[in-house]
């Protein structure tokens, strides 16, 4: 009976070949799982504006679940990423103030829903001056009928948001989805930075978005 005998080099190279092979299946099958998550359930988002502050900060980066607009409608107050109506290469996040069949009035600063003021405790207004409606729609809008199977959106820092305001009503269909958690922060305006990594925003991490 013949053995075919082997060098401890091409014992070595043949081990070391395998273990290559089977980082790169790894790192395909990773990138595989990777995307299936990102396309069907879960997306990273950084912000970059500070349109929705307070309740979300330049250099927040949060969580989008995609799953509970398969089920459901959604829901007033709800803060939701989806593509810009004018340039739908460009993701945005606002918050739903009017839902499909709503009537939507906005009286210095103050938002009417269905002719019902709104309580907007997360709303931030930096500016005390009121603009009139004929200057800029800003304080003082409509009302406008929000048509069916779409959104009318507006950012929590209210004197400093492009929303629906200034550009329209966003298809419901363009929903990424919402917005649910943030997974890091920090107060600088490069991820990759070492000053991102000295100025991490402790107390925000894992901070559920509301």
Excluded at 150 to 169: A, K, Q, T
Aim: net charge positive.
């Amino acid at each position: 009976m013949l053995f075919s005998k082997k060098t401890e080099a091409e014992v070595a190279s043949k081990t070391a070949a395998d273990v290559v092979k089977d980082w790169i299946k790894d790192i395909v099958i990773a990138l595989i799982i990777a995307l299936i998550i990102r396309a069907l359930f879960v997306q990273a988002f950084r912000i970059p504006s500070g349109s929705m502050i307070p309740t979300l900060l330049i250099g927040d980066h949060i969580l989008v679940e995609k799953v509970t607009y398969r089920f459901r409608e959604p829901k007033r107050f709800e803060i939701i990423v989806f593509k810009f109506p004018l340039d739908r290469k460009v993701d945005y996040i606002k918050r739903i103030i009017g839902l499909p069949g709503d009537v939507v009035k906005i009286v210095n600063k103050q938002v009417y829903v269905n002719g019902h003021k709104l309580n907007e405790p997360y709303v931030q207004h930096t500016d005390p001056n009121v603009v009139p409606a004929d200057v800029s729609p800003r304080d003082n809008y409509g009302p406008v009928k929000v048509p069916k199977g779409h959104l009318f959106v507006m950012g929590d820092n209210r004197d400093n948001s492009y929303d629906s305001r200034f550009w329209g009503f966003v298809p419901i269909k363009d929903v990424i989805g919402r917005a649910f958690i943030i997974y890091f922060s920090c107060d600088s305006k490069s991820f990759f930075s070492l000053q991102c990594l000295t100025h991490i925003r402790w107390r925000r991490i894992g901070k559920l978005i509301h």
